[in-house]
């Protein structure tokens, strides 16, 4: 059964950095079958994608963010890990890491098919 | 970026009702459309994917439809846990976008 861990600091400052660490069991990182991603919901708000990346291939992030953003990957540990620069409150929210499904190889469209409980990050003095 | 707007953003029903959920894409996204359940303070969970077939265990009350912009969600005989909010997404590009949601009260 595949499961899927956030954990990090759950308050940071205004122009700090903040980071969260994703730990999987049950499939491994490196086999290279998936592509694995962050998600964002500030409170009450919708979805936001971060960023996706395939272990020996590319890293994709959402514009918005790419600037501040850095995905990487410990095959080692099995988690993946993300980094967000410069933090303002209106970063506060809480971040899922997930699986993302190719569910059709033809057109390469994919869905999130396992999500980590979610990790709430405050961005505060 | 490709826009997915949901209607209505909260619908109320009741036990037993069957509703749809709409989302309307800016542009052309052929069938990479996802539909998302989400419980509050829980994570988002995979209903629908490639616009109509159903996630394994989902139940069969559950039905999506549509391709190119006009999508649906339809829920047929409400039950007591289908009340949650439910999200749209593409991944017809490289950049995943969701839709501002349906928020489905008693």
């Known amino acids: 059964q595949l499961q899927l861990q956030e954990s990090g600091p759950g308050l940071v400052k205004p122009s700090e950095t903040l980071s969260l660490t994703c730990s999987v069991s049950g499939d491994s990182l490196s086999s290279g079958s998936h592509y694995w991603g962050w998600i964002r919901q500030p409170p009450g708000q919708s979805l936001e994608w971060i960023g996706s990346?395939?272990?020996?291939?590319?890293?994709y992030y959402n514009p918005s963010l790419k600037s501040r953003v850095t995905i990487s990957v410990d095959t080692s540990k099995n988690h993946f890990s993300l980094i967000v620069n410069s933090v303002t409150a209106a970063d506060t929210a809480v971040y899922f890491c997930a699986r993302q499904w190719k569910y059709d190889i033809l057109t390469a469209y994919y869905s999130f098919d396992y999500w980590g409980q979610g990790a709430l990050v405050t961005v505060s003095s | 970026d490709i826009q997915l707007t949901q209607s209505p953003s909260s619908l109320s029903a009741s036990v037993g009702d069957k509703v749809t959920i709409t989302c309307r894409a800016s542009?052309?996204?052929?069938?990479?459309l996802n539909w998302y359940q989400q419980q509050p303070g829980k994570a988002p969970k995979l209903l629908i994917y490639g616009a109509s077939t159903l996630q394994s265990g989902v139940p069969s009350r559950f039905s999506g439809r549509g391709s190119g912009t006009d999508f649906t969600l339809t829920i047929s005989g409400l039950q007591r846990e289908d009340f949650a909010t439910y999200f749209c997404q593409h991944s017809y590009s490289t950049l995943l976008t969701f839709g501002g949601g349906t928020k489905l009260e008693i």
């Open positions: 990346f395939f272990y020996g291939g590319n890293t």
């Open positions: 542009r052309s996204i052929s069938t990479s």
